[in-house]
């Protein structure tokens, strides 16, 4: 049985990566590479950046693959996402079975940590034969974002939410806090909701060199936001951004 390590890898700085994480890279045989076209190719050579920073085994090998994209002429969007997994699962499966010896231990890296937000474990859960599965925690774009505004996740003994941009957009507020955070939006989605009254903390590519951080009132950052978000997606190919956003009662 194979053995399939998820690392979570932070938000792409070789500087947030575990103690643990950088003794599993450096213990697998295989280390897994996915391509995602030539608009977000900075996202695979990140990944050689932390592999080149950390290696020190000189037997793991790095094995590259594309990944599929969405179909997007499927109107329902769960069932385009599911459909995009099992592609990706299969794309997976050969990677995997192009590797030596069905006893190797292989590595995935993994943008923040598998827990939030991600696919990864619902992706490796449709592999045949199951791999063994263990994950390497990592640092999650939304600890980057408090730690670059150098503000708490949440107020004194209050909850917080997070959520996503679509279900922001399609469902307002979430009910229960005062305080939420905002992941995988690339609608921006805040404009959608009642602005007056609403502080936010905005950062893409959160922790990387190239981290961008804006703050205050939602009705006068958002167009900003927006704008600054349009001229780093055209500059870079790419962008991950999260923001975090509370309402004053």
């Not at 050579?45 to 950390?54: F, N, Y």
């Not at 997994?85 to 923040?112: C, F, M, N, Y």
């Not at 903390?201 to 804006?214: D, F, K, R, S, V």
């Not at 997606?233 to 975090?244: E, F, V």
């Amino acid at each position: 049985m194979k053995q399939l390590f998820l690392v979570g890898i932070g938000t792409g700085n070789p500087e947030h990566l575990t103690l643990q994480a950088i003794r599993t890279l450096n213990e697998v045989d295989v280390i897994l590479i996915p391509r995602k076209g030539e608009s977000k190719a900075e996202l695979a050579e990140l990944r050689r950046d932390i592999c080149s920073k950390v290696l020190t085994n000189p037997l793991t090998r790095i094995v590259e693959f594309d990944l599929p994209t969405r179909d997007a002429a499927l109107p329902d969007y769960v069932q385009r996402v599911e459909n995009w997994h099992d592609r990706i699962a299969h794309i997976w499966a050969e990677a995997l079975a192009q590797t030596h010896s069905p006893k190797e231990k292989v590595a995935l890296l993994v943008w923040g940590d598998p827990s939030l937000y991600d696919s990864t474990l619902r992706i490796a859960a449709r592999l045949t034969p199951t791999p063994k599965i263990t994950v390497i925690p990592g640092i999650t774009s939304l600890q980057g974002l408090t730690a670059a505004h150098a503000i708490p996740l949440n107020d004194l003994a209050a909850p917080f939410t997070v959520t996503t941009g679509r279900q922001l957009r399609d469902n307002g507020w979430p009910a229960g806090s005062n305080r939420i955070a905002v992941m995988l939006d690339g609608e921006c989605s805040f404009q959608n909701i009642p602005q007056q009254n609403i502080q936010v903390w905005w950062a893409a590519y959160a922790g990387m060199p190239q981290e961008t951080i804006l703050s205050g009132s939602l009705a006068q950052t958002s167009p900003l936001i927006i704008e600054t978000r349009k001229k780093l997606r055209a500059k870079h190919g790419w962008i991950m951004d999260i923001y975090i956003l509370e309402r004053t009662p």
